[in-house]
T-cell receptor, first 112, second 111 residues
Framework: EAQVTQNPRYLITVTGKKLTVTCSQNMNHEYMSWYRQDPGLGLRQIYYSMNVEVTDKGDVPEGYKVSRKEKRNFPLILESPSPNQTSLYFC???????????FGPGTRLTVT | LAKTTQPISMDSYEGQEVNITCSHNNIATNDYITWYQQFPSQGPRFIIQGYKTKVTNEVASLFIPADRKSSTLSLPRVSLSDTAVYYCLVGDNGRYSTLTFGKGTMLLVSP
């Protein structure tokens, strides 16, 4: 089944403890991206990747890192999480530079 | 990136047709119009995409007037399960860039 998977789905952590949220797609898509969604602010793009080893900042990249060493994986790294990064995170992918994107199920992160 | 304006919320009843309009006055020549649907705590789901005139698929229709400064998503005969947030996005479909989702339109379908 064609899909985007994220792990973990739920995570509670403490300020400053490094964490990684994984994202994987099985559709051989070139483009992958990360979003966060907060009440009243909608979906905002954090980072995106056009292909392996090619990434660029979205609207809200501060406090996040990404890497794209393999085409299928696009992990989101929070080196030193803070409470303002408590949010619902989505990973997405698409075959190319298209607005038709496939979203993962989401990861709910709480930083205390 | 063209800015979009949508109603914050809409109400409807089961079986009715729902039209959600999106305004995008500064749409560029290469920009496409794309609509997504999102249920609570789920990722957005692509509904439909178009460039001009009318596009129809098994889920919805998208109407785009000649000046392309607005577009209308039409959902025929809605059901309770169509209750969701609907987002309108406008951008160049042919190049990589940041995608900006607005706040969307919360559609509430009642029995």
């Amino acid at each position: 089944e064609a899909q985007v998977t994220q792990n973990p789905r739920y995570l509670i952590t403490v300020t400053g403890k490094k964490l990684t949220v994984t994202c994987s797609q099985n559709m051989n898509h070139e483009y992958m991206s990360w979003y966060r969604q907060d009440p009243g602010l909608g979906l905002r793009q954090i980072y995106y990747s056009m292909n392996v080893e090619v990434t660029d900042k979205g609207d809200v990249p501060e406090g996040y890192k990404v890497s794209r060493k393999e085409k299928r994986n696009f992990p989101l790294i929070l080196e030193s999480p803070s409470p303002n990064q408590t949010s619902l995170y989505f990973c997405a992918s698409s075959p190319g530079p298209s607005y038709e994107q496939y979203f993962g199920p989401g990861t709910r992160l709480t930083v205390t | 990136l063209a800015k979009t304006t949508q109603p914050i919320s809409m109400d409807s009843y089961e079986g009715q047709e729902v039209n959600i309009t999106c305004s995008h006055n500064n749409i560029a020549t290469n920009d496409y119009i794309t609509w997504y649907q999102q249920f609570p705590s789920q990722g957005p789901r692509f509904i439909i995409q178009g460039y001009k005139t009318k596009v129809t698929n098994e889920v919805a229709s998208l109407f785009i007037p000649a000046d392309r400064k607005s577009s209308t998503l039409s959902l025929p005969r809605v059901s309770l399960s169509d209750t969701a947030v609907y987002y309108c996005l406008v951008g160049d479909n042919g190049r990589y860039s940041t995608l900006t989702f607005g706040k969307g339109t919360m559609l509430l379908v009642s029995p």
